[in-house]
């Protein structure tokens, strides 16, 4: 079992920058990968970025490629999203999860979630 904390959520102006960070208690971090999911209102979560065990791979949704970028410090036992470039569309509630295993895009594959934080963008 593993307890997933998000933090870092905000109001920003369009253009800005913010950085979640996810970490973990019970189990290390280090033996799952990670990933970043957001829902905004009425909508469903949708898949932001993923990050394998080593840190070594990673995968981001079309959306944000270029703009957000997902790291992990396995010693510190966090996961972080750098945001950049911040559009009123990435306004949502932005959740960690973990995976057993690299390579999921879609919410199923994830076994432990965090209760999420709010980022809002204004235009």
């Known amino acids: 079992q593993v307890q997933l904390v998000e933090s870092g959520g905000g109001l920003v102006q369009a253009g800005g920058s913010l950085r979640l960070s996810c970490a973990a208690s019970?189990?290390?971090?280090?033996?799952?990968?990670m990933g970043w999911f957001r829902q905004a209102p009425e909508k469903e979560r949708e898949f932001v970025a993923a990050i394998s065990v080593s840190g070594t791979r990673t995968d981001a949704a079309d959306s944000v490629k270029g703009r957000f970028t997902i790291s992990r410090d396995n010693a510190k036992n966090t996961v972080y999203l750098q945001m950049n470039s911040l559009k009123p569309e990435d306004t949502a509630v932005y959740y960690c999860?973990?995976?057993?295993?690299?390579?999921?895009?879609?919410?199923?594959?994830?076994?432990?979630w965090g209760q999420g934080t709010q980022v809002t963008v204004s235009s």
């Open positions: 999860a973990a995976a057993r295993f690299y390579g999921y895009t879609t919410a199923n594959g994830y076994d432990y």
């Open positions: 019970g189990r290390t971090l280090s033996s799952y990968a």
